[in-house]
């Protein structure tokens, strides 16, 4: 299985193209260790400690962490990590999470969209729900599952961490209806329809357009996944995609960890006149902080970079040669780091398109490197900066909530009022196979 770092060092882009560069990153970033003032915001300690009290209060809901990709990577051996103490190798653990005022946290399952190509997609899945499972079942005093907005709520008064589920790719379900029915049971509330590569019923962002859009199959999973009361998830989508389904949904739909295209033109982050639909859907758009979907100026390092390396070809003779070539030239070339004020500029764009009401965060902690994150926001400790950051730009207290997690419980209750009506009025859809028309 090929690990989500190999997979973002896959994803520079041409510019303009929205085409998959499968060229590999390889740079040094400067530690977060320096002062939060050097990472680009005007954040003072007085305006620290008020973001902390209105997330203590919101709460602070995280709808995309790839923490139980990394236990599985290390062989699903839970014993190997006590996740009550801080672990420097993992991308998150209890004693952070609480430093970071976090209250609710979607803990993702994914596996490779390459399995799909030989039916291990679903075999491959379950690990990761065992794994997701079992690590919340361990830490009774600190983590509870959660199946509703209620739940949530509940589980968070009480002083634990809510946790909930997100399929991250259509591509484990396998093509079956009863599949996605199973996943809801065992807990998880959103499913991103595609992940890097398309499927068979929908495009990827990162992908060849094959479908364009969603087929006729795939519009019957958005309305399944309305009728059982699970989220339609549009991040990685195309966003002929991502337009299918908000023409066929019932319910409000999310995007799990994705930032504006306005800001960085990158095919994984949402253009405008999709956020411009989500008033009238519901929806909210909780914003990554990766860098490579941040930076302003990723598109063109990337260009840069693509144009070395082609170079490099022509000019070398050898593997080694090449290598070295882009080392040197990547040293001399440092890759555009993004700060916090970059990741508080997508919010102010979002803002400024869709409304304050359909922004959320979703993060994607997802290694235990702080640099592949935007500069300051390196681990799970790290969210009361930005919302201090927000602050700073005259945010009120309430905008600060609805961005930390109101906005997504809202959501979330009217996307169960929906499932629950349609549920009165429609049986489950039992066709299976996918049409590629």
């Known amino acids: 299985m090929l690990s989500r770092r190999l997979f973002l060092e896959r994803a520079g882009l041409a510019a303009g193209l929205g085409l998959l560069n499968r060229s590999l990153f390889a740079r040094k970033i400067p530690s977060l260790a320096a002062p939060f003032a050097a990472a680009g915001s005007s954040t003072n300690n007085a305006l620290l400690d008020h973001a902390r009290t209105l997330l203590q209060n919101a709460p602070l809901i995280d709808t995309h962490n790839d923490l139980p990709s990394m236990l599985i990577d290390t062989g699903g051996d839970l014993t190997k990590f006590d996740l009550s103490k801080v672990q420097p190798t993992l991308c998150a653990d209890i004693p952070r999470m609480r430093e970071g005022c976090l209250g609710v946290q979607y803990w993702s399952v994914y596996v490779d969209s390459s399995l799909q190509k030989d039916h291990r997609a679903l075999h491959e899945s379950l690990r990761e729900f065992d794994v997701t499972l079992r690590m919340i079942h361990a830490y009774p005093e600190a983590f509870e599952q959660a199946r509703t907005a209620d739940d949530i709520e509940r589980i968070y008064k009480s002083g634990k961490i809510a946790c909930l589920i997100g399929v991250e790719g259509g591509h484990m379900m396998e093509n079956s209806l009863a599949v996605l029915r199973v996943f809801y049971e065992l807990g998880a509330r959103y499913m991103t329809l595609t992940h890097w590569d398309n499927i068979d019923w929908a495009d990827s962002a990162t992908d060849r357009p094959e479908h364009r859009g969603l087929t006729a199959y795939g519009k019957q999973v958005v309305r399944e996944m309305n009728r059982v009361g699970m989220f339609v998830d549009l991040s990685h989508v195309s966003a002929e995609t991502m337009r299918d389904a908000l023409g066929v949904t019932r319910a409000p739909v999310i995007f799990s960890h994705s930032s504006s295209f306005a800001m960085n033109p990158h095919p994984?982050?949402?253009?405008?006149?999709?956020?411009?639909?989500?008033?009238?859907?519901?929806?909210?758009?909780?914003?990554?902080?990766?860098?490579?979907?941040?930076?302003?100026?990723?598109?063109?390092?990337?260009?840069?970079?693509?144009?070395?390396?082609?170079?490099?070809?022509?000019?070398?003779?050898?593997?080694q040669a090449i290598e070295q070539a882009m080392k040197d030239w990547e040293k001399k070339n440092p890759y555009p780091m993004p700060t916090i004020a970059d990741v508080a500029n997508h919010i102010d764009h979002i803002r400024e398109v869709a409304g304050i009401d359909h922004i959320g965060i979703g993060a994607d902690y997802y290694s235990a490197k702080p640099d592949d994150m935007a500069e300051g926001l390196g681990d799970?400790?790290?969210?009361?900066?930005?919302?201090?950051?927000?602050?700073?730009?005259?945010?009120?207290?309430?905008?600060?909530?609805?961005?930390?997690?109101?906005?997504?419980?809202?959501?979330?209750?009217?996307?169960?009022?929906?499932?629950?009506?349609?549920?009165?009025?429609?049986?489950?859809?039992?066709?299976?196979?996918?049409?590629k028309k």
Request: hydrophobic fraction near 40%; include cysteine.
């Open 268 to 319: 994984r982050n949402v253009p405008d006149d999709v956020l411009r639909q989500l008033p009238a859907n519901g929806g909210v758009c909780h914003v990554n902080f990766i860098k490579e979907f941040i930076s302003p100026k990723n598109v063109a390092w990337q260009d840069q970079r693509s144009a070395a390396l082609r170079d490099f070809h022509l000019h070398l003779d050898s593997d």
């Open 380 to 435: 799970v400790t790290r969210y009361p900066y930005l919302f201090a950051e927000l602050l700073s730009r005259k945010y009120s207290d309430d905008d600060v909530m609805k961005i930390a997690g109101r906005n997504h419980l809202r959501a979330m209750r009217q996307m169960e009022k929906v499932a629950a009506d349609l549920q009165k009025k429609e049986p489950p859809i039992v066709g299976e196979g996918a049409e």
